[in-house]
């Protein structure tokens, strides 16, 4: 169930299924806004993680052929949560769009990367949720930097927060909140990558391989003489 939003001011939606009494609560001025955000929060992250068909609420299936994969956020919407790229509304009007919480689907047969960087203007930081459990908070930033849509640069520049995870092989349900943010809204984007081999166990496996090339030769020496 999604209420519409409460009041100009406000302009959030919250998601409280269906407890009444707490919405009325709200309406009647007897809860703190501050502490509606944290139930929100609270009732968000459960249902991201624990009902990926939630009405609503949109689920990616996210694969590392995929690469980068943008997502929006705004810390008066939705409590901060993760919300679809769409390109349906008018960015001078981001506060008024009816976008949907996304969350990621994640499936794994192999230990692979979870990669999450801010870009654009820097400043933003968030928390990111696996079946949800909470994975942590991405790195520390920088205000003020602009690096445009170049998130392989972002994720490698520590002035933009970012975060990197290794996941084992299995099924993964991805969510996240923008827990900090020097502006209004903001975009950023999410991955699977690969794990890359240790240089030394290249060097090692390179090696290894060379050897046994070389081995194979002999042996074929020997044996066309003999």
Do not use: H
Request: proline residues 4%.
């Amino acid at each position: 169930m999604r209420d519409q939003p409460i009041g100009k001011s406000g302009r959030f939606i919250l998601y409280l299924g269906r407890n009444d009494c707490l919405r009325q609560l709200f309406e009647k001025n007897l809860l703190n806004r501050s502490i509606m955000m944290y139930l929100k929060k609270l009732f968000l992250a459960a249902c991201i993680a624990v009902l990926p068909g939630f009405a609503s609420a949109a689920t990616i299936n996210l694969t590392k052929e995929m690469g980068w994969t943008d997502f929006r956020f705004a810390d008066s919407l939705n409590g901060g949560a993760w919300l679809e790229a769409a390109p349906v509304c008018d960015p001078k009007d981001f506060m008024s769009c009816e976008l949907e919480v996304l969350s990621f689907s994640v499936s794994l047969a192999e230990a692979a990367y979870l990669q999450v960087t801010d870009a654009f203007l820097s400043g933003d930081v968030f928390e990111v949720f696996a079946n949800g459990a909470s994975l942590g908070l991405t790195s520390a930033s920088k205000t003020g930097n602009d690096i445009g849509n170049d998130y392989t640069a972002a994720l490698a520049d520590d002035r933009f927060s970012s975060g990197t995870w290794l996941l084992g092989p299995g099924e993964y349900i991805i969510s996240g909140f923008v827990r900090s943010m020097p502006q209004t809204v903001g975009r950023a984007s999410i991955r699977i990558a690969d794990v890359p081999v240790p240089g030394s166990l290249a060097l090692l496996l390179g090696a290894g391989a060379a050897l046994g090339a070389s081995g194979l030769r002999r042996r074929n020496r020997i044996s066309r003489s003999a």
